[in-house]
């Protein structure tokens, strides 16, 4: 199918979805779906931060939960220590993040195929230690230790806690919105970044950097402007995502399954495309929440399938590599060609007749 139809079932899928979504708060629904709906926002929205350097440049990267985990600790610490309220510290969340996305991202993107991803990897697990083990290490180092002298500084395996606000439930209603404003906002972001000359050289370059190089493209110039744009993203869902929540754990906010799930969400909708991100991360928290509520027994033996979250991950991604490597995305374009081909099939030889009388 043509690019434009596979654009117009993108465009439709959202628009229709982003209509049910908010109106899910006025129906008679629990809380649970109201968080399961926040959290599926955020990382639809980050698959396409995401998607926006792995998808369109083709740079794929294991490291994003890093950003992630950025933005909410930079939120966390500033509103806990000056008092500065919490969604003033949004774009210095995504600041934060961006710069740190550079200072490894210069050296590391200049890595091509595997080698990228593999550095990312160490990147992402460098960082969720060091975060993990900040305060200790502040309190063993002169002057440093005035930081968290009094409080900590990350909370170690304690996280940290932001204050409580005295009406939660409207409180958290609000942010349920403020989740999908950053969503349709990073998919504009996205749409435009796709059609303007910064999304053809990213293509370009994911199809043959030495050819992009040949043709005047500074390629490093282009990932490491993708790789900001994308970290920027995920830090302001960070934030997001301590201001909905108010409690941060390192552990949990920098683990590689934040950056697994920002990979896998891309491929299973669509990669490359701007409304498959989207959908990949509606199939993914679905099919994640079925299983943190699934349990097998066998007589005395329980299991619960959420333990083999990543493996059934695993075995999905291959199934679609080998079978379909446009996602659900390319399954629906196919399905819609199919239902498509007998009307085109009868235009074409109406067309025909026409022509010979």
Same mark, same amino acid.
């Given at each position: 199918?043509?690019?434009?139809?596979?654009?117009?079932?993108?465009?439709?899928?959202?628009?229709?979805?982003?209509?049910?979504? &908010?109106?899910?708060?006025?129906?008679?629904?629990?809380?649970?779906?109201?968080?399961?709906?926040?959290?599926?926002?955020?990382?639809?929205?980050?698959?396409?931060?995401?998607?926006?350097?792995?998808?369109?440049?083709?740079?794929?990267?294991?490291?994003?939960?890093?950003?992630?985990?950025?933005?909410?600790?930079?939120?966390?610490?500033?509103?806990?220590? &000056?008092?500065?309220?919490?969604?003033?510290?949004?774009?210095?969340?995504?600041?934060?993040?961006?710069?740190?996305?550079?200072?490894?991202?210069?050296?590391?993107?200049?890595?091509?195929?595997?080698?990228?991803?593999?550095?990312?990897?160490?990147?992402?697990?460098? &960082?969720?230690?060091?975060?993990?083990?900040?305060?200790?290490?502040?309190?063993?180092?002169?002057?440093?230790?005035?930081?968290?002298?009094?409080?900590?500084? &990350?909370?170690?395996?304690?996280?940290?806690?932001?204050?409580?606000?005295?009406?939660?439930?409207?409180?958290?209603?609000?942010?349920?919105?403020?989740?999908?404003?950053?969503?349709?906002?990073?998919?504009?972001?996205?749409?435009?970044?796709?059609?303007?000359?910064?999304?053809?050289?990213?293509?370009?370059?994911?199809?043959?950097?030495?050819?992009?190089?040949?043709?005047?493209?500074?390629?490093?110039?282009?990932?490491?402007?993708?790789?900001?744009?994308?970290?920027?993203?995920?830090?302001?869902?960070?934030?997001?995502?301590?201001?909905?929540?108010?409690?941060?754990?390192?552990?949990?906010?920098?683990?590689?399954?934040?950056?697994?799930?920002?990979?896998?969400?891309?491929?299973?909708?669509?990669?490359?495309?701007?409304?498959?991100?989207?959908?990949?991360?509606?199939?993914?928290?679905?099919?994640?929440?079925?299983?943190?509520?699934?349990?097998?027994?066998?007589?005395?033996?329980?299991?619960?399938?959420?333990?083999?979250?990543?493996?059934?991950?695993?075995?999905?991604?291959?199934?679609?590599?080998?079978?379909?490597?446009?996602?659900?995305?390319?399954?629906?374009?196919?399905?819609?060609?199919?239902? /498509?081909?007998? /009307?085109?099939?009868?235009?074409?030889?109406?067309?025909?007749?026409?022509?010979?009388?």
């Amino acid at each position: 199918m043509k690019s434009s139809s596979r654009t117009f079932i993108s465009v439709l899928f959202v628009i229709a979805l982003l209509a049910f979504v &908010t109106a899910i708060p006025s129906l008679p629904v629990s809380k649970y779906w109201q968080t399961l709906g926040f959290i599926t926002f955020l990382f639809a929205g980050m698959s396409v931060a995401w998607n926006i350097l792995g998808g369109y440049g083709g740079q794929v990267s294991f490291g994003h939960g890093t950003f992630l985990g950025l933005g909410a600790f930079t939120t966390a610490v500033i509103s806990i220590r &000056t008092g500065i309220p919490a969604p003033l510290t949004i774009p210095i969340a995504g600041l934060v993040a961006m710069v740190y996305g550079v200072l490894w991202g210069y050296p590391t993107l200049r890595l091509r195929g595997p080698y990228f991803s593999i550095a990312t990897i160490g990147i992402g697990e460098a &960082t969720r230690l060091l975060m993990i083990n900040l305060d200790d290490l502040l309190r063993g180092a002169p002057f440093l230790n005035e930081l968290v002298k009094d409080r900590p500084f &990350t909370g170690g395996a304690s996280g940290l806690n932001l204050k409580i606000p005295p009406d939660i439930i409207s409180y958290q209603l609000n942010y349920y919105y403020f989740a999908l404003a950053f969503l349709v906002i990073t998919i504009l972001i996205a749409w435009w970044i796709r059609r303007a000359r910064f999304g053809l050289a990213l293509f370009a370059i994911n199809m043959d950097p030495d050819a992009a190089e040949t043709l005047g493209v500074n390629t490093a110039r282009y990932k490491v402007y993708a790789l900001m744009v994308s970290a920027f993203l995920v830090g302001v869902a960070g934030s997001l995502y301590a201001q909905y929540f108010l409690f941060i754990d390192p552990r949990e906010m920098f683990s590689f399954q934040n950056s697994i799930a920002m990979v896998l969400m891309p491929i299973i909708g669509g990669i490359g495309t701007v409304g498959g991100p989207v959908l990949g991360a509606f199939v993914f928290k679905v099919v994640e929440d079925r299983l943190a509520t699934t349990r097998l027994e066998f007589g005395t033996l329980t299991i619960n399938l959420v333990q083999f979250n990543l493996l059934l991950y695993g075995l999905l991604l291959v199934l679609i590599i080998l079978f379909e490597r446009g996602g659900v995305l390319g399954l629906l374009s196919r399905a819609a060609k199919k239902i /498509q081909e007998p /009307q085109r099939r009868q235009a074409l030889a109406e067309k025909n007749s026409n022509s010979n009388l």
